[in-house]
């Protein structure tokens, strides 16, 4: 199954994101194999940087960092696929500031809605940010379901239970782009969710 032809929009509604730098993951899964996804902010300016472009991407060389880390032995995007981890981000089009707006990150959970409906056996969601978490709990609201993710500073809620259809869910930092590299106080924390989130998915 190749991702970008199952998830597509149409009408680019948002108005705080660059719309040329749309990106869906372009990448063919085996959608039963999938029994973690990893959700980062927004997709990169410069498509070279996304995930699962050729080349040594900004968004793979930070994710198999945090995967490093947290002492998963992977070099590439492609053996963090092989082990049953999609990679993708909650907003589709790159940021035009710092922020994503509640409302753009609420119009893009509903493409991020159907992507995660391509997987049957997901168990566990990495939600890595704010704007991810935000993403999720929208499409709950949505269905009138409980949200995942309590309100608070990921700092506290970090470790705690939580829930989203049948799936672990793991609020985390985001691993994707330089400031993973900056803010070193945060690796360690992805490092600890991404370890509690592998086991979680078996």
Known sequence: MRVSH???CGAF??????HDCYLVPDVVVK????RMVMISEAAPEDSADFYYAKG????????VAAFRDAGVDVSSVKEIVARGVYLTTAVKCAK???AVATETARECSLLLEKELALFPNLKVLMLMGD???KAVNCIAKRAGEKRPVPAGSTYKIRG???EFRGAR????????????FIEKSKRRMIAEDIQAGMKAAG
């Open 13 to 18: 509604p948002c108005a705080d994101v660059r």
């Open 31 to 34: 959608p039963e194999e999938i």
């Open 56 to 63: 040594d991407p900004l968004f793979a060389r930070t994710t």
């Open 96 to 98: 035009t500031g710092y």
């Open 6 to 8: 199952c998830v597509k």
């Open 160 to 162: 705690g239970k939580f």
């Open 131 to 133: 704007v991810a978490i």
């Open 169 to 180: 869910v793991f609020p985390s930092y985001l691993q994707a782009g330089p400031s993973y």
